[in-house]
T-cell receptor
């Protein structure tokens, strides 16, 4: 199957700082990328969907000014958590889908801890 | 009501046992159905798609009942390596193709 990477795999930061998470499709072109968040013992919740070269579509209740998404190329999407607070601590997972695939391929996730 | 509901478990079973997980979904417009497996602190991985005719992949059998909006997963001859959380996933229905995840059912296979 196709491979998706995420960087960093974990990050600890102070409250008020911004954190950027990268999601890359390594061996295919990802026309669509998805960003999810998973709190402990809860399901993955879709935050936003991004298509290459266009603005992301955010799910209800997700602040677009707080979670900035950039999908500038067919192999890279970034999620920036701006002015992070402890309640933003979570497991952030991206997935990618290419034109030749019906399936979404998930990255390994980034564990964010905000102190 | 949650869009996808699962029994959270845990299901503690001995090696070799057969175990069944159930899932219900609320959106009758959902078109695609999946079971994913998620290991602790890892990303979810696709286990199998689920079709109305039922499908089998080795020790795993999945069933879909659209009328009842019910999905099942049967694991035969459980292995220690099957221990994980099993996520029932459906698509959002309508024009959207987004995945909606259940909270998962935790399986612990005991030696």
């Amino acid at each position: 199957g196709a491979v998706v990477s995420q960087h960093p795999s974990w990050v600890i930061c102070k409250s008020g700082t911004s954190v950027k998470i990268e999601c890359r499709s390594l061996d295919f072109q990802a026309t669509t990328m998805f960003w999810y968040r998973q709190f402990p013992k809860q399901s993955l919740m879709l935050m936003a969907t991004s298509n290459e070269g266009s603005k992301a579509t955010y799910e209800q209740g997700v602040e677009k000014d707080k979670f900035l998404i950039n999908h500038a190329s067919l192999t890279l999407s970034t999620l920036t958590v701006t002015s992070a607070h402890p309640e933003d601590s979570s497991f952030y997972i991206c997935s990618a889908r290419g034109t030749n695939y019906n399936e979404q391929f998930f990255g390994p996730g980034t564990r964010l801890t905000v102190l | 009501r949650k869009e996808v509901e699962q029994d959270p478990g845990p299901f503690n079973v001995p090696e070799g046992a057969t175990v069944a997980f159930n899932c219900t979904y609320s959106n009758s417009a959902s078109q695609s159905f999946f079971w994913y497996r998620q290991d602790c602190r890892k990303e979810p991985k696709l286990l199998m798609s689920v079709y109305s005719s039922g499908n089998e992949d080795g020790r795993f059998t999945a069933q879909l009942n659209r009328a009842s909006q019910y999905i099942s997963l049967l694991i035969r001859d459980s292995k220690l390596s099957d221990s994980a959380t099993y996520l029932c996933v459906v698509t959002g229905g309508g024009a959207t193709n987004k995945l909606i995840f259940g909270t998962g059912t935790l399986l612990a296979v005991q030696p």
